[in-house]
């Protein structure tokens, strides 16, 4: 994986990219986990988010270059 991106002109890092994405499929899971109504089973609901969070953007810094995507 390279370090940036060039859009437009302007090089943005990798990693704020797959931050962005991280943040949006966070987001989708935990409206999803709200809905289920889930979040009474844990303690610390912000917690929970920011692991979640932190346990997307691990996983896509592993998995995009293992399937091909240049970013």
Do not use: H, K, N, Q
């Not at 797959?18 to 943040?23: D, E, T």
């Not at 289920?36 to 998995?63: E, H, K, M, N």
Request: a positive charge; aromatic letters at 12%.
């Amino acid at each position: 994986m390279t370090g940036e991106i060039a859009l437009g002109g302007i090089y943005i890092p990798t990693l704020l990219l797959l931050a962005l994405v991280a943040l949006v499929l966070s987001w989708a899971l935990t409206r999803l986990i709200g809905a289920f109504g889930l979040y009474r089973f844990l303690a610390y609901r912000a917690a929970v988010d920011l692991s979640l969070f932190i346990l997307l953007l691990g996983a896509l810094a592993l998995l995009v270059p293992t399937f091909g995507i240049r970013l």
